[in-house]
């Protein structure tokens, strides 16, 4: 009995942790006493289809095109929240960065 409590009381508390966070757009960081409301990162998304690339969620950052060897090869200002971007460079593998994400991809 004790055990089945256990378990109960530990599914539930995590279920109530679940669907508090789900609920709120903004999550509570506690720093040194202090409580600060810190927005939740935006979802962004990189696609590739030939040499077009398909950015979302990243309205005013900009698109890094670097090659594997660390030089960066181009960069773009992502105007709207969603945009086809054209890259005009030759075929080859690279690393996309729009802000903290990142992608590599394959260039045909």
Known sequence: MRKRLLIFSGLF???????VQ???PMVMSMEMGIAEQVEQEKTITISVEGNVVNVTGAS????????LTGRQVA???VEGPAQRIDLNIPK???ILKVGKVV???TIR
């Open 13 to 19: 508390s995590m279920m109530l942790a679940v669907s």
């Open 22 to 24: 789900a609920a709120s």
């Open 60 to 67: 005013g950052m900009v698109l890094e095109v670097i090659s």
């Open 75 to 77: 960069n773009y200002k």
């Open 92 to 94: 080859g593998c690279y």
């Open 103 to 105: 992608r590599k991809v």
